[in-house]
């Protein structure tokens, strides 16, 4: 579950195809912004490849083909630039967190997750849903919050961590785990789960970079595609599936 790849008219008839490496968090929102694209882009076709940003990062790395990146945080997308495989980057959209509970599960708020026999499951710390979700929770262990304590006894009950956000929230679907701390927009297509907020003071605003590859396929055609995330209807789309605008 590392990736998945998905073709909307790539490849169809030899048309030129545009290759776009996304986190998962955006696979349903990208989904539809490659289909629009290709229609406003008549014999393109678009390759997706969803997967957690660290993972994508690593095969970009590598020499994966790819022609557009757009990781779900800038520290994968600094990291490839230090070593020349990307072009500096642009944010196109921001997400937040809440917890995906289980419709049984006990957890009714976001201090509930220290409660003792809480199955809970996070995204792995490479990944940034991880990377924030344990912000979040650091945000909130002081004094001032829920006590110095929370973090430690919210960690004492994770019982796996995921290879990206929706492996995460899968857990909590199949009733595999009480709760998950996800992004706000994983929770549109989720079933069989609750929305449990997290506190403003303690959530954390997720910003969302995209960057031409270096050596891209066709760089117009990977301009172009950047170019329509940031126009209103790119945005209009995001919008729709949950998604912020850049700060």
């Not at 419709?103 to 990944?127: C, I, N, T, Y």
């Not at 910003?207 to 329509?228: I, M, S, T």
């Amino acid at each position: 579950m590392a990736a998945v790849l998905a073709a909307c008219g790539a490849g169809d008839r030899g048309t030129p195809e545009l290759r776009v490496y996304a986190a998962a968090s955006l696979t349903d929102a990208f989904t539809e912004v490659a289909k629009q694209f290709e229609a406003a882009h008549p014999g393109v076709g678009v390759a997706l490849n969803f997967g957690s940003s660290s993972t994508l990062a690593a095969q970009i790395n590598e020499g994966a083909p790819a022609d557009v990146f757009a990781p779900a945080s800038a520290a994968q997308l600094a990291e490839l630039a230090a070593g020349g495989r990307v072009e500096s980057g642009r944010i196109f959209a921001t997400n937040s967190l809440v917890v995906a509970a289980a419709k049984e599960s006990p957890v009714e708020s976001f201090r509930d997750l220290a409660r003792p026999g809480v199955r809970l499951v996070l995204a792995g710390k490479d990944v940034p849903a991880g990377e924030y979700a344990r912000e979040a929770l650091r945000k909130a262990s002081t004094p001032e919050g829920y006590g110095t304590s929370f973090a430690a006894s919210v960690l004492a009950n994770l019982k796996s961590e995921e290879v990206n956000v929706r492996a995460a929230l899968t857990k909590v679907e199949l009733g595999e785990a009480d709760a998950a701390v996800v992004y706000v927009t994983d929770l549109g297509a989720a079933r069989g789960v609750r929305s449990v907020a997290i506190p403003a003071e303690f959530n954390v605003v997720a910003e969302y970079p995209v960057a031409l590859v270096h050596g891209a396929n066709g760089r117009q055609l990977a301009e172009a595609f950047v170019a329509y995330l940031l126009s209103p209807e790119g945005q209009a789309i995001l919008a729709r599936h949950g998604f912020g605008p850049p700060q």
